[in-house]
């Protein structure tokens, strides 16, 4: 059984394309970067320290090898309470480019009102996104809210506090 949930958006500038769906089966919706010429893009590397801006021309911006992007989409959302958006990254463009978030997911909450970014890590050698590119994509979650308590002890199961690789290979 599926249901649907109405998802506000609005474009917070001209040329934004709202999410699309590829196929009828898929589970995301796919988001778009929003690159117009003149503007710039917050970058941030290791390697040089402080953010800085990486320019944007004729709607394509270079990415640098192991620097980090925030890429606009131009879109701002009122995501129902109780629920959440996730951003994933794009498993055609971590192939292809090698793209990645670099916070996967990203998560954004139903009290933001500011306009997604996608933050793209470049993993790959000296490449591109061009305005209109998908750039990651989205699926809206029920949140389940929770409530700490704080006990003594907690029950015993047969793998205990075994943490990575505690279970074996195969």
């Known amino acids: 059984m ?6 506000k958006v609005i474009r917070l500038r001209s040329g934004a ?3 699309d769906q590829a196929t009828l089966g898929s589970a995301c919706h796919d988001v778009h970067a929003l690159l117009r010429n003149s503007e710039t893009v917050r970058t941030y590397s290791e390697l040089l320290g402080n953010p800085y801006e990486t320019p944007v021309s004729d709607g394509i911006i270079q990415l640098q090898h192991m620097h980090r992007y925030m890429i606009p989409t131009g879109l701002s959302f009122e995501i129902p309470i109780g629920h959440v958006i996730k951003a ?3 498993s055609g463009l971590a ?4 793209l990645c978030l670099s916070n996967t997911p990203g ?8 306009e997604l970014m996608i933050l793209i890590t470049n993993y790959g050698s000296k490449t591109t996104i061009t305005d209109g590119e998908r750039i990651a ?6 949140v389940i809210f929770m409530k700490l308590e704080e006990v003594d002890s907690l029950s015993e199961t047969e793998r ?6 505690s279970t074996g290979s195969h």
């Open 2 to 7: 599926s249901t649907t949930e109405i998802l």
């Open 17 to 19: 394309k709202l999410p």
């Open 88 to 90: 994933y990254p794009r």
């Open 95 to 98: 192939l292809k480019k090698g």
């Open 107 to 114: 998560v954004i909450d139903s009290d933001y009102r500011g």
């Open 137 to 142: 994509q989205i699926m809206l979650e029920k």
């Open 160 to 165: 205990g506090s075994g943490g990575f690789g």
